[in-house]
């Protein structure tokens, strides 16, 4: 099955729950605000065509922006950001004319901290839920940082671990590429990540030296949850939820963040579900 001349995104089943994740708290945060003056946005950074194709049955999956669209009470305003034009195309295809509907082809990066986050005033009484779901380690820090020093923004985040492992994170840390080093950095907002992914060995080495030691994906979540409330600002973080693939290795962590902490209790209940 194909649109606007390029096949769907095939997803597994793990994406597929998140799906249904994210639509659930979408329904509960417009219910939360229905009987206020607050604006109410959607915005998703790596939105793709709005269509999947399911890797189990080969159907079409209704994607993030579909689903969005859906919920009940609605958002006032939608978002939808993609690098691939063919994907952008086929978004405004089907919903390019809706006056509520704004679609940006390009980096997420820069379309959210210059065009985007910036629309977005609690002073206004607006506020937003941001989906961050990028493919590997394509997110910068200072989207992150922004949304959650504006105080309007609750965001989930894909916490992809599994890439970083890959391309950042390896047992012998002095063969990482500079790429990889220099991405992971990006993503983190600072070095402060190799703190996090290592430590010194309690086994001294040759010469009594201690060696470095990669730390497990809990350690590595647990630091970022805790710079995600430090220093971006997000007053509430959920334990994030660990999302595994048909071999049950874990591709990445589901984190919800918000200013609020009814977010965490309403994030909790649905988490516990899965």
């Known amino acids: ?18 799906l249904e994740i994210i639509g659930k708290y979408g ?30 049955t080969g159907t079409q999956i209704e994607g993030s922006p579909a689903r969005a669209l859906k919920v009940s009470p609605p958002f006032d305003g939608f978002y939808f950001i993609d690098v691939d034009a063919k994907k952008t195309a086929f978004l405004r295809s089907k919903w390019g004319s809706r006056s509520d509907v704004h ?22 009484y607006e506020r937003a839920l941001c989906l961050l779901d990028p493919y590997g380690l394509q997110l910068d820090w200072e989207v992150m940082l922004q949304a959650g020093q504006s105080r309007a923004v609750d965001m989930f985040l894909n916490f992809p671990v599994m890439d970083m492992n890959r391309n950042a994170i390896w047992k012998k840390s002095d063969k990482v590429p500079q790429g990889g080093v220099e991405r992971m950095t990006k993503f983190w907002g600072d070095e402060s ?9 309690p086994q001294a080495g040759l010469f009594g030296a201690s060696e470095m030691v990669k730390q497990g994906n809990e350690e590595i979540v647990a630091a970022f949850r805790k710079r995600l409330k430090k ?5 509430f973080v959920a334990e994030p939820l660990p999302m595994r693939n048909s071999t049950n290795a874990v591709v990445y962590y589901l984190f919800l963040a918000s200013p609020k902490s009814v977010a965490e209790k309403i994030i909790n209940g649905i988490f516990s579900k899965y």
């Open 1 to 18: 099955m194909t649109g606007a001349h390029f096949k769907f995104d095939e997803i597994g089943y793990w994406s597929e729950l998140k």
């Open 103 to 124: 679609i940006y082809t390009g980096d997420c990066n820069d379309i959210l901290r210059k065009e985007v986050l910036p629309k977005i005033k609690f002073e206004r």
């Open 27 to 56: 329904s509960a945060y417009t219910t939360a605000f229905k009987n206020t003056n607050l604006k109410k946005y959607y915005i998703d950074g790596f939105s793709g065509a709005g269509v999947h194709l399911s890797k189990q």
């Open 193 to 201: 990540w190799k703190q996090a992914a290592y430590a010194k060995s």
């Open 231 to 235: 220093v971006a600002g997000f007053g």
